[in-house]
């Protein structure tokens, strides 16, 4: 597939845990991939040479055709390139501009050392292949680093702060970051100006990360951490407020718009320390995790995660409460992992009364967001954007054409039922859901980000509650307390809650009705919330017609949606996966394209 590019052109890279690359133009992101998806190891860490790959040729493009290229990193990496700027958390502060002689090739760098001959860092052992460092032969051949190129490396948290502040749409805004210890920061605050600039006004140190205590927990409570931390917030729900002391009381504070408290964050090798649990990364582990295992003994675990989310939506509140203080706005952009915690997020807009149309939080807020944030920040600073951009559809990744997705079932039709429903694939799928089916879609271009929205999905009927526990035990493998979303449809998502129904991307939690109770069970969490997805016709036109449809038969229009992905792996990427998924038996039935495809020892027929 070739798009229409106006440039200047920036390819944006995040090569840590969660690499990805994003293709963006003034215009905003043109094509955005995590190397996960392609790669099928979760939350992949080292450079994404084959996402961008698929970039170049989804869009069209070579190397040369690249004019910035942007890193999440305030170090410079290929330095052999004498043509960069790095752009700190108060903007641009160095820059090299000499020439670059096109007949001078970059050195071969031995396994395990850096450019200057210096031992690489402790989380690149073993995995020394992935390093950066290891694919700039690959990226030359591809036609990058031209005489006209330009590099970046952009500050992990201006990174963030860009994703959220130059894809927010507002002309002005308070702008956030939170995660775990990004280049040494756990949290920014900074001013989103109307002529593009973004003015740091705080900054907290990696001690003080309420990422890093999250991530702590989420390990204590035996989940792999910068993965689970989701079940945390889900079993959070089953814990309840009994007067009871929070034993993490006190650990993070927020003081003028800083973090405050320093726990000592020990990090070590996950996989070392939990080999029974190894993954395929190098993710770090938290001393303190074991200190707090120990309040396993003497407290439930969900009395502990429950405690845990309350300190988080503390911290994550008064930190958004002062931060608007300081920047004397009224809207807020966000990113950074810790703003994945939807229940914080519901409980900021609650509590400080922003409409979700003032609070921005960038769908791709983990670290594979900072690609689109680096690029976009390097075409700030060439002078080819100024106000931010509304993000507008999140469904930026790559697509298969027809034949290819042919070409794919043609070799399973001994094993699979296969029948194109053509322009009727909406009905049929609808139909099918209110059979009682559980159905994963592949449909048109992946979604940007961790959150599946309808895409890469897997549906099911959502007025029967046993179905979570059929989703659980057919596809993901998972705990009991996990959430399912709902997908809505945007005429009746006022009879679901209160209040704005501006909720596109899931990144907020609502209180459910009365009659989402009784109606949709399957989607309402143990604590009475649920994270909707609404669909509208224009934003994703196929989807919403399965919704249409399925009302028309149930007078619902809802749908279970989790993503399609068996516990453990990353959301489907190819046609492939898809029907790997079903040959496995951990989906009923696909809906590929304009094709329905069932197993063929499946008791239903199509």
């Known amino acids: 597939m070739t798009l229409r590019i106006r440039g200047p052109v920036a390819l944006g890279v995040h090569w840590s845990h969660d690499a990805a690359v994003s293709i963006c133009t003034p215009d905003g992101i043109v094509f955005s991939l995590a190397e996960e998806r392609v790669v099928r190891i979760k939350h992949y860490y080292g450079f994404p040479i084959q996402a961008i790959r698929v970039a170049l040729e989804f869009c069209g493009l070579s190397g040369r055709d690249i004019d910035l290229f942007a890193f999440s990193a305030k170090k410079p990496m290929f330095t052999h390139h004498r043509r960069y700027a790095v752009v700190g958390m108060a903007g641009l502060h160095s820059t090299v501009a000499e020439p670059v002689d096109p007949s001078v090739s970059a050195p071969v760098i031995p396994p395990g050392l850096n450019m200057d001959g210096t031992p690489l860092d402790w989380q690149w052992r073993g995995f020394e292949s992935r390093h950066p460092l290891q694919f700039v032969k690959e990226l030359e051949e591809l036609g990058f680093f031209h005489p006209r190129m330009k590099c970046y490396y952009v500050e992990h948290h201006r990174a963030h702060a860009a994703s959220a502040f130059r894809f927010s749409g507002f002309d002005e805004a308070c702008v956030l970051t939170l995660d775990g210890k990004g280049d040494g920061l756990s949290a920014t605050i900074s001013h989103g100006h109307p002529d593009g600039r973004l003015d740091l006004r705080r900054s907290s140190r990696r001690g003080a990360s309420i990422g890093s205590f999250y991530q702590a927990v989420t390990e204590a409570l035996g989940f ?34 800083v973090l405050q408290g320093d726990p000592g964050w020990e990090f070590r090798d996950y996989n070392a320390v939990h080999p029974d649990k190894a993954v395929d990364n190098p993710i770090s582990s938290i001393r303190q995790a074991a200190d707090y295992e120990r309040l396993l003994a003497v407290t439930s675990p969900e009395q502990v995660a429950h405690h845990a989310q309350a300190l988080c939506e503390e911290v994550m509140l008064e930190f958004t409460r002062q931060a608007l203080a300081i920047t004397g706005q009224k809207r807020v952009a966000a990113a950074g992992g810790v703003m994945l915690n939807v229940k914080a997020n519901a409980a900021i807009r609650d509590t400080l009364g922003l409409a979700p149309e003032d609070f921005f939080i960038f769908p791709d807020s983990p670290d594979s967001g900072l690609a689109a944030g680096a690029a976009m920040e390097a075409l700030f600073h060439e002078g080819a954007v100024h106000t931010p951009v509304a993000l507008g559809s999140p469904y930026l990744g790559h697509s298969y054409h027809d034949e290819e997705i042919r070409s794919v079932l043609e070799g399973s039709r001994d094993r699979c039922r296969v029948v194109d429903c053509g322009s009727q694939s909406a009905e049929v799928t609808a139909e099918k859901l209110a059979s009682g089916i559980v159905i994963g879609t592949f449909q048109g271009r992946l979604e940007m980000g961790p959150r599946a929205l309808g895409n890469r999905s897997v549906l099911a009927d959502p007025r029967d509650i046993s179905i979570k526990e059929r989703i659980n035990a057919l596809l993901k493998g998972r705990e009991w307390f996990v959430p399912f979303a709902p997908i809505v449809l945007d005429d009746d998502a006022h009879l679901y809650w209160h209040g704005s129904t501006d909720y596109r991307y899931m990144t907020f939690a609502v209180t459910a009705t009365p009659y989402a109770h009784a109606t949709v069970p399957a989607v309402v969490h143990i604590d009475g919330t649920m ?10 036109p196929w989807l919403h017609a399965v919704l249409r449809a399925f009302k028309q038969r149930t007078g619902v229009g809802v749908l279970v949606n989790t993503s399609f992905n068996r516990h453990g792996h990353p959301i489907v990427g190819s046609p492939a996966d898809a029907l790997l998924h079903l040959q496995n038996g951990w989906v009923d039935a696909l809906i590929l394209g304009a094709r329905f495809v069932e197993r063929r020892d499946a008791n239903s027929t199509p």
């Open 531 to 540: 994270r909707p997805q609404v669909v509208t016709a224009a934003g994703n």
């Open 224 to 257: 792999v951490p910068v993965d689970g931390e989701f079940k945390t917030m889900g079993l959070a729900a089953a814990g309840r407020a009994d007067g009871s002391p929070n034993p993490f009381a006190g650990l993070i504070t927020v003081h003028d718009g």
